[in-house]
């Protein structure tokens, strides 16, 4: 074994640092000028996953040319390690085929713009907000916290809710007796509050659709209304024109069929 080489050694660690520091910076720059020139929220996130996907792949790429390097500096000859590999080679092949699953699946996530980071979706059986995409897995986050890695290999079906068009979709159910056409303005007066205030109208994207009664149950009639709002939005905006909804229908009178229940319970009861 040679001597080794101090100096290569700290100026082969010096000058991997030195070339991930400038890649952060350029990859930082074409960020920047992407998010910047970009007019609509899905065209950001998607340049955002595929900057951050390929921030990892140059990462990854660049600790294995440091890491030979190194190796090579300590005397430590690749080809015999590469060699080694027909020792396990079963082994190894099915990992790589792994690999490559997953890999050939994270390219077709990107460029096929399935997701994005900041995206609720449901994939391989879980779902939640995702929090970061690499050419390996994808990171997801349920509302209670719970985190799940799922490895791109795994993914064959992907149902995003924030890609295109996002609704709040209320279903209002009213007794079969009440007045339908006040419970449908209700809804439309409660919607058009909502886009004024101050505080959440900016997440409201477009007017109220109020498909009408959608089912006629017994006793009981849905109608089905939606509201355009931002991805990130959909949830809490719903929850909000609902309380807004329940209130109005409450302060008007309009019966709901929970109250035809209670009111036969009584009567029964009082026989």
């Known amino acids: 074994m040679n001597s080794i080489s101090w100096a290569r050694v700290l100026g082969i660690i010096a000058g991997g640092a030195l070339l991930w520091l400038a890649t ?3 990859i930082a ?3 920047r000028a992407v998010v910047h020139g970009e007019a609509n929220l899905d065209s950001e996130k998607r340049a955002l996953t595929l900057i951050r996907a390929v921030r990892y792949a140059a990462g990854v790429v660049l600790v294995a040319v440091v890491l030979m390097l190194l190796l090579s500096e300590f005397g430590i000859s690749i080809a015999p390690l590469l060699g080694a590999a027909g020792v396990a ?3 190894i092949g099915l990992a790589s085929q792994g690999v490559a699953r997953d890999l050939i ?4 996530l990107l460029l096929d713009n399935q997701l994005r980071v900041g995206d609720v979706v449901e994939i391989a059986g879980k779902s939640g907000s ?3 995409v690499t050419l390996r897995s994808v990171r997801l986050r349920e509302y209670d916290g719970t985190v799940h890695f799922v490895r791109n290999g795994e993914i064959t079906t992907v149902t995003n809710r924030s890609l295109g068009p996002v609704y709040s979709v209320l279903d ?3 007794d079969a007796d009440a007045d339908v056409a006040l419970a449908r303005e209700i809804i439309e007066k409660t919607a058009v509050a909502l886009q004024a205030d101050p505080r959440i109208g900016s997440q409201v994207t477009g007017p109220v659709e109020i498909a009408g009664m959608d089912r006629w149950d017994g006793d009981t009639i849905v109608i089905r209304a939606r509201l355009p709002v931002a991805p990130s939005a ?3 905006l719903r929850r909000e024109w609902l309380a807004r909804v329940k209130a109005g229908l409450d302060g008007a ?3 709901n069929p929970a109250q035809r229940i209670r009111l036969l319970s009584s009567a029964s009861n009082n026989g």
């Open 24 to 26: 952060k910076f350029l």
């Open 29 to 31: 720059a074409v960020r």
């Open 89 to 91: 080679g079963v082994a």
């Open 105 to 108: 699946g994270g390219f077709s």
């Open 130 to 132: 995702v929090e970061a």
């Open 172 to 174: 209002v159910a009213i």
């Open 234 to 236: 959909q949830v809490a």
């Open 253 to 255: 009178g309009v019966p």
